[in-house]
């Protein structure tokens, strides 16, 4: 009897081997997919957008549409290419609402590098504007501030100009900037 059983697990012992690893092989390889996963989401989770309210007078008109580089020009009509020669990973854009009366738009540019967003922020017009301390460089002229910090450029657009709407664009400015330095 004792012989039997043992030849019966010496037959089943070698399958139940074969399941096992098979199974183990299976978590693994789902275990491995969660994490990659998990990375991905967290990174593209980064919001650089203030939420509503949360600088004075700015109110979130819109959900943040993004737009990776090869569907630019979807966005950015005739230019696309300036950005994608400089090295774009994506753009995200979205809308906001100042003091209940004045709409403008802020765009952020993820480059490959630094040197990216430096050529694009390079090759934008000074002519007219004013230095801002802000990230590791900006401007504004009427209605319009551009910033370049690390492999972002920056770009808040009103559709109206005023010196209220110059401090209001500059202090929506230092909220991205802020975030932007927690995104790296």
């Known amino acids: 009897m004792s012989t039997r059983n043992s030849k019966i697990e010496t037959r089943t012992s070698p399958q139940f081997s074969i399941i096992e690893f098979r199974i183990t092989a299976v978590i693994l390889v789902l275990l491995a997919l969660m ?24 109110v979130k008109s819109s959900d943040t549409r993004t737009f990776d580089a090869s ?13 994608v020669q400089a090295g774009v990973v994506k753009m995200l854009t979205s809308d906001y609402r100042f003091n ?13 590098n630094a040197a990216g967003a430096q050529k694009i922020y390079d090759s ?3 002519e007219g504007s004013q230095p801002l301390t802000l990230g590791d460089s900006g401007r504004y002229a009427k209605g319009s501030l551009t910033f370049r910090q690390g492999p972002y450029f920056i770009r808040a657009v009103a559709f109206e100009d005023s ?8 202090d929506l400015a230092h909220a991205i900037s802020n975030r932007l330095g927690k995104s790296e």
């Open 35 to 58: 994490v990659g996963c998990r990375s991905k989401t967290a990174s593209a989770a980064v919001d650089f957008f203030p939420a509503s309210n949360s600088v004075p007078g700015w």
């Open 71 to 83: 569907h630019l020009y979807e966005y950015v009509d005739g230019d696309a290419d300036k950005y």
């Open 100 to 112: 209940s009366k004045t709409d403008a738009t802020v765009d952020v540019y993820v480059m490959g």
């Open 124 to 126: 934008e017009s000074a």
């Open 163 to 170: 010196p209220e709407i110059a401090k209001g664009l500059a």
